[in-house]
């Protein structure tokens, strides 16, 4: 029972003993039981107790209920990503003392963690995931599946998609919150698994349609493109169309991120088709709304250096500083996305050498961990052919020995 609880938990917090509060009052276990919620009590002892311990009970058990209401409106705002809302939420929980009470403690720090990721802040997610994981094994069914959720997306927040993929697919059928499926679309995106991204995606797509989240919708449309791109090629036409059609969603809700995410993603196919002077257009627009400080800001700057590289539409001047921007942002940040920018300082600074070790020993390794499939083979067919052309024919057998292995013949049963 409530009033139980809240004695309880106030008892604790000014430092009274069970014997000490119950003194002239009723026996100690009487009281235990009252607090344990095994027991009927009558209104006058629960008054009389809380008089002791100078709370109203009836105003705070307003306050618990309310103080539920308030974490699922938090809930939504994280969901609908309406930072606004989510300060405002946030705000009024952290000034209420029952936010300490057992009962929320887990709920409440999971959604800490959210809003955290929400705000890139991944250390402080880090050490909070830390201290659930702690006691993961008394959580409830659905703070479990809570739990499991927040971890999927510190993973893919992180670039560790594999992970994020793993936990992600523990989730039961118990679980309401079905925005986990974005979660697994953009996971499965990440290693460039796009049949199941687009599965996964269409299931958030019906989730975000019937809970009206028009912010979410528009991500899920975003990512939909992209897997139907991967597929099988849309004219540019087509793909124009549909990414205009998009942008002016982003606009009519004012949503800068989507914006960015749009001018990036539109920029990338761009660039995938060799129009490198309009994907060059798409990337600065993108970057002008950005802070340097901002997650996607390197994301986006290491794909608008390989635009300028391969389409020669800057200086090796103006590029070398980029790259330098990147790699000392990265490095400050401990973002692993360094490892790109250092590729780029040394092609632009042609040592041709130092680049394929580079790739051989410190970013295929990371590929590898993280699971971006698409990266690896990229990277192994550029090594394969440097190997090949520099006459380093052992190193280029044993790399195609090891691709080979790791196929399956579309004929193995087993």
Known sequence: M????????????????????????CSVSHLSKIERGITEY???????????????????VRNYKGFEETLEEWKNAIVMLDTEKMKEKKAAIDSNQLKDIPDFQVHYSLLLARHYLVNYEMEKCHKLMEKIKKIAINLSPYESNLYKHVQGIYYFSIGSYKDSIEVLKKIDSSYTSQEYYYHLAISYHAVY??????????????????????????????????????????????TRNYYYKLVQSAKKIQSVDRLIKLY?????????????????????????????????????????????????????????????????????????????????????????????????NKVLPYLVQSGKKVLIQHYEIKLFRYYMETGQIEKAWSLSKKILQAEKSCYELD
């Open 193 to 238: 698994d796009s049949t199941l991204a687009y599965y996964y995606a269409q299931k958030a797509l019906r989730y975000f349609q019937e809970t009206l989240n028009f912010t979410r919708i528009l991500d899920t449309e975003t990512l939909i493109i992209l897997q139907l791109n991967a597929q099988s090629q849309y004219s540019l036409k087509e």
């Open 42 to 60: 009558s209104g006058e002892i629960t008054a009389i107790l809380s008089e002791q311990l100078k709370i109203n009970i009836q105003d705070e």
């Open 264 to 360: 990036y993603n539109l920029g990338e196919e761009l660039f995938r088709r060799k129009h490198y002077e309009e994907a060059k257009e798409y990337l600065e627009k993108g970057l002008t709304l950005m802070k340097e400080e901002d997650f996607l800001f390197l994301t986006m700057l290491d794909l608008y250096i390989n635009i300028c590289y391969k389409g020669n539409l800057k200086s090796k001047e103006s590029l070398l500083s980029d790259a330098k921007k990147g790699q000392r942002l990265s490095k400050k940040r401990k973002d692993q996305r360094y490892l790109y920018f250092n590729l780029h300082l040394l092609l632009l600074n042609e040592k041709e050498d130092s680049y394929y070790d580079y790739v051989e």
């Open 2 to 25: 409530i009033e139980g609880k809240i004695l309880k938990y106030y008892r604790e917090k000014k430092g009274y003993t069970q014997e000490q509060l119950s003194k002239g009052i």
